[in-house]
């Protein structure tokens, strides 16, 4: 996994290219119910429309020569999708994204509108990604792993170094978990800078990727991934992830579907905000009570993708 230093060389490579995004505070917030002062960085304003723009590039940036001749192929629940396309229309190369089946149509379509091939397989990510890696072998393109590339984890840490300037006063940062990659960056920045932070993810109970291999002490496969939830559904994490996270972050929290869903609904009607459920988590693991704050805490999260779960759409 990356260090501090690699992720400030990150954030340096490829600020130019992103947009700084900005920081809401909860507050008069109706409907939730929330006791401390919460802050939620808007990756959803992203390019892309999620953080997974910034690995997708650092990933793009430091291509070797050559290293892409048939061009680039991504396994995603839709955002990581997104931004591996968006990259590869930039660098002028083909891109083939491999959704699984529950992955949003309004998405797939986005894809398509990048110039993306789109193929659709699989009951979740994990069944993509191996149809996924196949192709690229197949066609000598160049996989962008989501999460097992330290090259994209160092890009999605750069988020956590943006919220540490934007928040300075946060002192709990709560994270959605899909893969694991996008933890494993801020949980490395936030050790460094905020070393008596709490730092606490959250997972689908349909989809307790690093929570069972935590519980196990090792990392283990889902027998079953039941979550709707597509950006959230693995059901293995990388060895690599999952000793970061074992390192560095003190709790995995699960919530259910119908929270992150209550809590999308609550951005949209509240805010205006169009948040898919993994945006939605943080919110929704305060409003749920599955995290339980000192009256103390400063809370910092993230609306870390677009979408239009919460429209009713």
């Given amino acids: 996994m990356p260090s501090f230093d690699d992720i400030v060389a990150a954030r340096a490579l490829i600020a130019p290219r992103l947009r700084q995004t900005p920081v809401l505070r909860l507050d008069h917030c109706r409907g939730a119910d929330l006791a401390n002062p919460v802050h939620l960085k808007l990756e959803c304003l992203q390019v892309s429309g999620s953080f997974k723009i910034r690995g997708a590039t650092h990933r793009a940036m430091t291509l070797p020569e050559g290293a892409a001749p048939g061009g680039l192929v991504a396994a995603s629940g839709g955002n990581h999708g997104l931004a591996t396309a968006y990259v590869a229309r930039e660098a002028g190369l083909p891109a083939t994204i491999f959704l699984p089946e529950t992955a949003s149509p309004i998405k797939a379509e986005k894809l398509r509108r990048l110039g993306a091939e789109v193929v659709q397989t699989g009951r979740f990510w994990d069944e993509a990604h191996e149809a996924a890696t196949a192709h690229a072998e197949r066609i000598g393109a160049f996989y962008v792993h989501p999460f097992a590339d330290p090259v994209i984890v160092a890009g999605q840490g750069t988020v956590a170094l943006e919220m540490v300037e934007q928040i300075p006063d946060a002192d709990t940062y709560i994270v959605a978990i899909g893969g694991g990659g996008l933890i494993a960056g801020m949980s490395t920045v936030l050790r460094k800078m905020k070393p008596d932070a709490r730092i606490i993810?959250?997972?689908?109970?349909?989809?307790?990727?690093?929570?069972?291999?935590?519980?196990?002490?090792?990392?283990?496969?889902?027998?079953?991934?039941?979550?709707?939830?597509?950006?959230?559904?693995?059901?293995?994490?990388?060895?690599?992830?999952?000793?970061?996270?074992?390192?560095?972050?003190?709790?995995?929290?699960?919530?259910?579907?119908?929270?992150?869903?209550?809590?999308?609904e609550l951005l949209w009607f509240e805010f205006g905000l169009a948040a898919d459920l993994s945006a939605a988590a943080s919110l929704a693991a305060l409003m749920t009570g599955g995290v339980t704050l000192p009256p103390e805490a400063v809370v910092a999260g993230l609306v870390c993708g677009a979408g239009t779960d919460g429209l009713g759409a």
């Fill in 201 to 264: 993810g959250v997972e689908p109970v349909g989809s307790p990727t690093l929570r069972s291999s935590l519980d196990a002490g090792h990392v283990v496969r889902l027998p079953e991934v039941t979550t709707r939830v597509a950006t959230m559904a693995c059901g293995r994490t990388h060895e690599d992830i999952f000793e970061t996270v074992r390192d560095l972050v003190d709790e995995v929290v699960l919530i259910e579907d119908d929270a992150m869903q209550s809590a999308a």
